[in-house]
């Protein structure tokens, strides 16, 4: 059983910073590929940022073109905890951000990043809304 919590979400006005968390457990999370999702309502499910671990302490991370420059993932594998650090929000950010993880079986929620590795695990998410 593996489980992603995600916290961290809320309302906050464009310009504006949030730092979203996702905390996990069942599974050895220092070697687990990680992302970030956001779903706004009527849209598809977009992939934000994804981490991977190349070696010791060492990281390689992914951004989608529109948050590049603003937003960062980090990971502290000693907490088993996922973090995205998002700035200079825009409202067309508004949606539920999920955090996913690779590793399971193919599922109805699966979905790819742009290196191939699928994500079949999913928190429940957490709503962030930005404000004009």
């Known amino acids: 059983q593996v489980d992603l919590v995600e916290s961290g979400g809320g309302l906050v006005q464009a310009g504006g910073s949030l730092r979203l968390s996702c905390a996990t457990s069942g599974r050895t999370f220092s070697s687990a590929v990680m992302g970030w999702f956001r779903q706004a309502p009527g849209k598809e499910r977009e992939l934000v940022a994804a981490i991977r671990t190349l070696g010791s302490r060492t990281y390689r991370a992914y951004y989608a073109e529109s948050v590049k420059g603003r937003t960062t993932i980090s990971r502290d594998n000693g907490k088993n905890t996922l973090y995205l650090q998002m700035n200079i929000l825009k409202p067309e950010e508004t949606a539920v951000y999920y955090c996913?993880?690779?590793?399971?079986?193919?599922?109805?929620?699966?979905?790819?990043?742009?290196?191939?590795?699928?994500?079949?695990?999913w928190g429940q998410g957490t709503q962030v809304t930005v404000s004009s």
């Open positions: 996913a993880t690779s590793g399971g079986a193919p599922n109805y929620k699966s979905a790819y990043d742009v290196e191939g590795a699928r994500y079949d695990y």
